[in-house]
């Protein structure tokens, strides 16, 4: 079993950056896609990127097209994703999730949830 934790939220200006960081313990951690969802105050979560077991693969949710940008690094156990030119609608909880199968927008994808950090933007 692995436990994702992510990293690197904080408060941040509009048009600013963030780099979010989710690492995980375990070998197997190459044999995992792996996503990021956001989930901003009275809203449902939903979908931001996606990376593939190799990272041949990335997916993102219109509204972070050219500004965020998804990577991994499997030999240290982590996915990145870097923010730039932030919003304050893009203010919410963001998490990481690790799924056996393919690189997907769809939460029951993902096997493996973590605990999220809050990404702030003011105005």
């Known amino acids: 079993q692995v436990q994702p934790v992510e990293s690197g939220g904080g408060l941040v200006q509009a048009g600013g950056s963030l780099r979010l960081s989710c690492a995980a313990s375990g070998r197997t951690f190459s044999s995992y896609a792996v996503a990021w969802f956001r989930q901003a105050p009275g809203k449902e979560r939903e979908f931001a990127a996606a990376?593939?077991?190799?990272?041949?693969?990335?997916y993102y949710v219109d509204f972070v097209k050219g500004r965020f940008t998804i990577s991994r690094d499997n030999a240290k156990n982590t996915v990145y994703l870097q923010m730039n030119s932030l919003k304050p609608e893009d203010t919410a909880v963001y998490y990481c999730?690790?799924?056996?199968?393919?690189?997907?927008?769809?939460?029951?994808?993902?096997?493996?949830w973590g605990q999220g950090t809050q990404v702030t933007v003011s105005s």
């Open positions: 999730a690790l799924g056996r199968g393919g690189a997907t927008a769809l939460p029951s994808s993902y096997d493996y």
């Open positions: 990376i593939s077991r190799t990272g041949d693969s990335i």
